[in-house]
Nanobody
Framework: QVELVESGGGLVQAGGSLRLSCAAS????????MGWFRQTPGKEREFVAA????????YYADSVKGRFTISRDNAKNTFYLQMNSLKPEDTAVYYC????????????????WGQGTQVTVSS
């Protein structure tokens, strides 16, 4: 089990950039795949990006491919989501999570979640 804390959300204009961070507690962080999801009111949590334990494999939703980059620093127990060319439709609460089993692009496959950080993109 890992505990996760997101940071880095905020308000940005369309076309701008933000970097989200997710700090993990626990010695086993480097053994987990990690992911970012987002959610807007009334909608299900949506997959954004994921990265395997070593950082050698990354996965992206089609809607963010080419604009967002996921990365991790196992020495710092932290992983990141660099978001460029932001659009108003990227507005959501963003959650980081630790992958436990199953399809890495599916929310039920993640067992530990952060509290979320709000990202708002104005037009």
């Amino acid at each position: 089990q890992v505990e996760l804390v997101e940071s880095g959300g905020g308000l940005v204009q369309a076309g701008g950039s933000l970097r989200l961070s997710c700090a993990a507690s626990g010695r086993t962080f480097s053994s987990y795949g990690m992911g970012w999801f987002r959610q807007t009111p009334g909608k299900e949590r949506e997959f954004v990006a994921a990265i395997n334990w070593s950082g050698s494999n990354t996965y992206y939703a089609d809607s963010v491919k080419g604009r967002f980059t996921i990365s991790r620093d196992n020495a710092k127990n932290t992983f990141y989501l660099q978001m460029n060319s932001l659009k108003p439709e990227d507005t959501a609460v963003y959650y980081c999570a630790a992958h436990t089993r199953g399809a890495i692009m599916s929310a039920p496959s993640f067992g530990s979640w952060g509290q979320g950080t709000q990202v708002t993109v104005s037009s």
